[in-house]
């Protein structure tokens, strides 16, 4: 195929992004960089301008964004697809939970604890995963999703995992005496841990390592040609995916002081996938905007009302979707794209 | 080895729901080559069109060609209306409209009909085919009438012209195009008929897991996965398929001590994940090469 | 000679970028025009732009009548078959059945029947392995059968997107000569463009070269493979 008659517009923003010259991608670093520093000030001084409930879910829309950022870097920019993460959200929750209940561990070192632990459930699913292909691969996560509940229940277990009732943890105060309510700590917290992970994220995916993953999603067979170690870099990008979620998963314990089966169901997996396409797959600010999508709209479905609550929040779906078919990173492309145009 | 016997009988027994709908979804991803998850939701509504046809009077022979019909055109209209504008999106795009499709078909009946179980007549008596309690009339009546529909489409796919136009826009739109066929009219089709298939199962099952709202998810569930292991190219596959599943199912539920009711499901998916890393085309899938 | 397709002014591209800045040719009535040019020149996009797989702007004109807009299901009833890069072939399908698919959109049953042994007789290996699966074949017969599928459909005027493309030598000299009894013996006008400048000049009456979107030279195939000068600097031999 002829060189530049071969891009791609398919909602993977990166490869555009790519095909720009270094000015432009210096203007628009700056220009991310600008609006990062503005978001992220407003970010802060949000808990002080709302009240406690509000604050608490607007810390849940960031947690529900770190456990989407993570179901992005395995499907966005790996290509491999999940409908399982749930079960890597309830691995990261419990973890934290009996690390806090039996055994006094502060909230704080639960989350690398929890993360390390979902990363090596990620990794671990990842490896006979390679063998399947994509539809089988979805068939696998959901029978994980379906699968979690249930394992949670489990009788023998029950010493550990608190059986159908769960576990209660008690809400860490702030730090330090800091005048701050429980909710703002947290809030301000789960941001300082969201924009680390958020980082950290951009790093990989900008990085060598980064390339690799993505050229594995566009063209395995290439990819392989290249001298990329596929099983590696699959598997990994597993554990990576769950690490993530694992943390988010923790976090969610923290801040609902509450850990049960029925709150990790496929309803949460669905959730998640919807989350990363409204965001934009392969766009990591998305993530922000599909956690606040999966929060608030289920809300706003039921106020419409109650009996076709579920109606409501498919019809508004569908009608962003419309919108938006590659999600709000897919929008902004085009946006920009436009006025790219007009300048012209 | 009795209790093994009759493990086997009845997971052939209710292998046969999962094989009419493993059946279902072969078919309608030959046509459309998508798997539509909302497609159980749309039979589900469809089973109750038919249920409401019948409590206002409407004999079942006459609710149910109709039902077939309301569906074809049912499945069309939701085509052309609801997947036409998404049509050059990327796949993940797709599957977020059918999780929207069926949570909107899903409330939709349950804001319509309630969520109280409601019995579904069978219009093939009661009366036993083998004796002991092996198979029943309407068992009987299922597995034909999925038979029947398994060589009605065969002969549709493999010997029509819209047959043939259907798979090739399936498989290759943009070619298709270029033969002149019109792609998003063979889209809209191949939803008419799958839709119109889905509401055959859906009323054949109901007579035996009682209707209401949320009956198809797990039946969908095992027929996908009756579907997957038996290959998602061969119809034939798709029975064989179904039927394993139901077996699998009960003798998993009594022979693994750890699994209860609940466990069944994702015990079943996963050992059929187990033989797809054996055996990735499914059991009778063609293993299909490409040229790089 | 009056002009099959007459193209004035087009324009075409993807999403923003523009790829062809306002060209214009003809392709005479019975005859065979070449498009060449090198790779990112934009003659895929030329083709697709004729059959509305692009978003395009101009004048098409096929038999008198503008084709401009239309969907590419449409063109292909008017009687073009566009035979594309990649060959298009419907792998999964057998070799038969992408033959019978290429007359899919006719109504006269019998004579499809006819044309389909036409079709064995320019290519007696399809006949060979009518029941094999079309993604096995190998690249020279895969081009065949785009080639035959395209002539099933009885066009008028057939476009050829790279047809030596990853052929050895010998088998693209036997495709061209087949091209070439197709084209007087059918009456199928043809439209093809090619990197492969020396091959696609014998065959063409008419030949036009494109650079990055812009048409740079035009005339006659027999002038245009007569001058040296201009076959060196702009064809490279």
């Known amino acids: ?344 | 080895m009795e209790l093994f016997l009759q493990l086997v009988l009845s997971g052939i027994a209710n292998g046969a729901i999962y094989a009419c709908v493993a059946l279902a979804i072969v078919m309608i991803y030959q046509a459309i080559h998508h798997l539509n998850f909302a497609q159980g939701e749309m039979a589900m509504f469809s089973t109750f069109i038919a249920w409401q046809l019948m409590q206002w009077g409407m004999p079942f022979w006459a609710a149910f060609p109709l039902t077939i019909i309301l569906s074809f055109i049912g499945g069309v209209v939701i085509e052309r209306v609801v997947i036409k504008p998404i049509e050059n999106a990327p796949v993940l795009t797709h599957v977020v409209v059918f999780i929207a499709l069926f949570t909107i078909i899903n409330s939709m009946a349950g804001f319509i009909w309630d969520f109280t179980i409601k019995p579904f007549p069978t219009p093939f008596g009661t009366a036993p085919v083998l004796g002991g309690g092996l198979l029943s009339a309407h068992q009987a009546g299922m597995i034909a009438v999925t038979l029947i529909m398994l060589v009605m489409l065969f002969v549709f796919f493999r010997y029509t012209s819209t047959g043939l136009a259907m798979r090739a826009a399936a498989a290759n739109p943009a070619s298709a195009r270029l033969v002149g066929i019109r792609v998003g009219w063979m889209t809209a089709l191949g939803w008419g008929m799958a839709s119109a298939i889905g509401s055959v199962a859906g009323m054949l099952i109901a007579p035996v897991v009682f209707l209401e709202p949320n009956m198809m998810l797990t039946i969908l569930l095992y027929g996908f996965a009756g579907a997957v292991l038996g290959g998602l190219t061969s119809p034939g596959g798709a029975v064989l398929g179904g039927v394993i599943v139901g077996i699998v199912e009960n003798l998993a539920g009594a022979y693994i001590p750890v699994v209860g009711a609940e466990l069944k499901l994702p015990i079943a998916l996963l050992l059929i994940i187990a033989v797809l890393v054996v055996k990735p085309s499914g059991l009778m899938g063609r293993r299909t090469v490409q040229r790089v | ?237």
């Open chain 1, 1 to 344: 195929m002829a060189l530049n008659e071969n891009i791609k517009f398919d909602g993977k923003l990166d490869g555009v992004i790519e095909t720009s010259g270094a000015a432009v991608q210096e203007k628009r670093a700056v220009i991310g960089s600008a609006v990062t520093i503005i978001v992220l000030a407003l970010a802060v001084a949000l808990p002080f301008l709302v009240q406690g409930f509000v604050v608490f879910q607007l810390t849940m829309v960031m947690v529900y964004a770190i456990a989407i950022m993570g179901l992005n870097i395995l499907t966005g920019f790996n290509g491999q697809f999940s409908l399982g993460h749930s079960a890597f959200f309830a691995i990261g929750a419990y973890t934290a939970a009996i690390l806090m209940d039996k055994f006094g561990v502060s909230y704080v070192w639960t989350l690398p604890l929890a993360g390390i632990i979902a990363f090596g459930a990620g990794f671990l699913f990842g490896l006979p995963a390679l063998r399947l292909e994509p539809i089988y691969l979805a068939l696998a996560t959901f029978a994980l999703a379906v699968a979690t509940p249930q394992f949670l229940k489990l009788t023998p277990l029950e010493h550990w995992t608190g059986g159908v009732q769960g576990i209660v943890i008690i809400k860490p105060d702030a730090p330090f005496g800091l005048p701050l309510s429980q909710d703002q700590w947290l809030y301000l917290f789960t941001l300082a841990v969201g924009f680390l992970l958020y980082i950290a994220a951009r790093n990989i995916i900008t990085s060598r390592t980064g390339r690799a993953i993505q050229a594995i999603r566009d063209n395995p067979i290439a990819a392989r040609a290249m001298g990329v170690n596929l099983r590696l870099y699959k598997t990994l990008t597993f554990g990576v995916s769950a690490f993530y979620t694992g943390v988010a998963g923790a976090l969610a314990a923290i801040v609902v002081q509450f850990v049960a089966p029925d709150s990790y169901t496929l309803v949460l997996a669905v959730a998640f996938l919807v989350g990363m396409v409204i965001g934009g797959v392969g766009w990591l600010p998305g993530s922000l905007l599909g956690g606040a999508f999966i929060l608030f709209v289920p809300n706003i479905a039921e106020e419409f009302s109650k009996g076709l609550s579920g109606a409501v929040y498919g019809v508004i779906l569908l009608l962003i979707i419309y919108i938006a078919p590659s999600g709000a990173g897919g929008l902004l492309l085009k946006t920009v794209e436009y006025f790219g145009k007009w300048r012209k």
């Open chain 3, 1 to 237: 000679m009056s002009a099959l397709l007459e193209v004035h002014n087009l324009k075409a591209g993807y999403g923003p970028i523009e790829v062809l800045h306002g060209i214009d040719f003809r392709l005479p009535l019975g005859g065979v025009a070449t498009l060449l040019g090198a790779n990112g020149a934009g003659k895929t996009t030329t083709l697709r732009a004729l059959c509305g797989m692009v978003r395009a702007s101009g004048d098409i004109m096929f038999e008198g009548k503008p084709i401009g807009g239309r969907s590419t299901e449409d063109i292909a009833r008017l009687g073009v078959a566009h035979v594309p890069e990649g060959r298009g072939t419907f792998t999964q399908l057998t070799v038969e059945e992408n033959l019978k698919l290429g007359a899919i959109s006719r109504s006269d049953k019998r004579a499809v029947a006819e044309d389909m042994e036409r079709c064995f007789s320019y290519f007696p290996i399809l006949k060979q392995r009518i029941t094999q699966q079309a993604g096995l074949l190998s690249g020279g017969e895969q081009q065949m059968l785009a080639v035959a599928r395209g002539l099933m459909l009885r066009p008028r005027m057939m476009l050829l997107d790279e047809p030596s493309f990853g052929l050895a030598p010998l088998i693209v000299r036997e495709l061209f000569q087949i091209l070439a009894t197709i084209n007087r013996a059918e009456k199928v006008s043809m439209l093809i463009v090619e990197q492969n400048a020396s091959l696609a000049l014998e065959l063409a009456d008419e030949a036009y070269l494109l650079e990055t979107g812009n048409i740079v030279l035009s005339g006659s195939a027999k002038e245009i493979s007569a001058d040296e000068s201009i076959r060196q600097s702009y064809l490279g031999y």
